[in-house]
């Protein structure tokens, strides 16, 4: 995270715990909103996410004094949605990316983006959809028009495949392995040279232990979830089953 991104967030804890108010981020990363926990505790503040759902990968973080927890609708996040011509043309997150751009939003300033069944499905901070609205009128060779909806509709599950594997134990090591189908020596290799995130965080431990929930991400080879653990094997191996993200 820059300097100056802490610098706002610790800010923001520690109004929130020495003057008891609430103090709003821009949308975080996965990684930054655990920096953001961390900041709130070295500061004696509570803080809450939310991105406009459930599982909403990322979140506005809020700063705020014991006894005055936000409820979702506190939250400066607005739901955007907008119908797309999939017949006729493609969308990716690179082409809406680009657009937010050119119209001088900066990343923190919207959330999660999903495109599915031929409608966009845009999170952004209030003070920014106005904008996105009025301007935001194409992306790549797709038009849109963004309205704000009142409520969030019902989010798609994401896509991908589940499998099933054997662990020796729940080493990251040996996790890794298994869900990338490498070998334990190719795993730790990964690992060690920073090719490795654990939870959104960059892990160079070996022996760091994944619990069940825990996303892992290898460079180059997405993502992928690990969704449960199913007990012990006849021969004391751990069974798992995860998810992998297309």
Avoid: N
């Avoid at 869900?179 to 040279?193: C, F, G, V």
């Avoid at 619990?211 to 460079?219: M, N, P, Y």
Wanted: aromatic share 6%; proline share 4%; charged share 25%.
């Amino acid at each position: 995270m820059a300097e100056d991104e802490t610098l706002a967030l610790e800010s923001a804890a520690r109004l929130a715990a020495q003057k008891g108010l609430r103090r709003f981020s821009r949308f975080l990363d996965p990684a930054q909103a655990v920096e953001a926990q961390r900041i709130a505790r070295s500061c004696g503040a509570e803080v809450a996410l939310w991105g406009g759902y459930e599982r909403a990968e990322r979140a506005v973080a809020c700063f705020y004094p014991a006894g005055d927890e936000p409820q979702s609708e506190d939250f400066p996040v607005v739901c955007l949605s907008s119908a797309y011509p999939a017949r006729f043309c493609s969308l990716s997150h690179r082409d809406l990316l680009g657009a937010f751009m050119a119209l001088g939003l900066t990343r923190s300033c919207v959330g999660d983006m999903i495109i599915k069944d031929e409608r966009v499905l845009l999170f952004a901070l209030r003070e920014t959809a106005p904008l996105i609205e009025r301007e935001l009128t194409s992306a790549g060779r797709a038009t849109l028009r963004f309205t704000a909806l009142c409520e969030t509709p019902p989010i798609p599950e994401p896509e991908g495949d589940t499998f099933s594997a054997v662990v020796s134990s729940l080493r990251l090591d040996a996790v890794l392995a298994a869900a990338y189908r490498l070998s334990r020596a190719e795993a730790a290799e990964r690992i060690r040279a920073g090719l490795v995130k654990l939870d959104h965080l960059p892990c160079e431990r070996v022996d760091a232990q994944v619990a069940e929930g825990a996303l892992l991400s290898l460079r180059g080879s997405g993502r992928v979830r690990l969704t449960q653990l199913r007990g012990m094997t006849k021969k004391q191996r751990i069974g798992v089953t995860f998810f992998r993200y297309e």
